[in-house]
T-cell receptor, first 114, second 115 residues
């Protein structure tokens, strides 16, 4: 088990609502990345936060936004939920030194949009 | 980044046999590759990684081979055990050293261990 924790474990929302997911990074890690994993697919990169700023972003619309706090924990916010947003949302933390950074994943939050 | 794909969605092997899971990648800028194992209801678990300046790396019961000429990656698991049953993903960094472009994952191979 990694030291990355996520909350909540499961969440059910309806279309049009907003949701906030939370992640606590592994001790000593300063970088958090978020991924969306649809059923039967590999994770897809949403964005990465480093030093409280968005450091990189995948092909996701602006209604996906995030925050990173001074203790390196992070939030993922999704506005105007759509049915296709139903997925497992994974948080991964890493220590950004050098060119290669092993990412440690949390257990994920299962979001269902009805 | 460009996509990373896997050749087989499901691989069934006998317990005790060796398993080989293959992965093709298309982003020639990628210089860091990782294999992850994901069990049902859990997040991906790091297995082994390899940098582009290497062509082979060994861990405990696992070996990763990298062929940059044909952009191919493989994971070999020796003496498979029931606990090896999971979905295996390869991932590449697209040449983004700091990870700012995130990891690009393939769709995964479901490894099934037959008793």
């Amino acid at each position: 088990e990694t030291g990355v924790t996520q909350s909540p474990t499961h969440l059910i929302k309806t279309r049009g609502q907003q949701v906030t997911l939370r992640c606590s990074s592994q001790s000593g890690h300063n970088t958090v990345s978020w991924y969306q994993q649809a059923l039967g697919q590999g994770p897809q990169f949403i964005f990465q936060y480093y030093r409280e700023e968005e450091n990189g972003r995948g092909n996701f619309p602006p209604r996906f936004s995030g925050l990173q706090f001074p203790n390196y924990s992070s939030e993922l916010n999704v506005n105007a939920l759509e049915l296709d947003d139903s997925a497992l949302y994974l948080c991964a933390s890493s220590w950004r030194v050098g060119a290669y950074n092993e990412q440690f994943f949390g257990p994920g939050t299962r979001l269902t949009v009805l | 980044g460009e996509s990373v794909g896997l050749h087989l969605p499901t691989l069934s092997v006998q317990e005790g046999d060796n398993s080989i899971i293959n992965c093709a990648y298309s982003n020639s800028a990628s210089d860091y590759f990782i294999w992850y194992k994901q069990e049902s209801g859990k997040g991906p678990q790091f297995i082994i990684d390899i940098r582009s300046n290497m062509d082979k790396r060994q861990g405990q019961r696992v070996t990763v081979l990298l062929n940059k000429t044909v952009k191919h990656l493989s994971l070999q698991i020796a003496a498979t055990q029931p606990g090896d049953s999971a979905v295996y993903f390869c991932a590449e960094n697209g040449g983004s050293g700091g990870g700012a472009d995130g990891l690009t994952f393939g769709k995964g191979t479901h490894l099934i261990i037959q008793p």
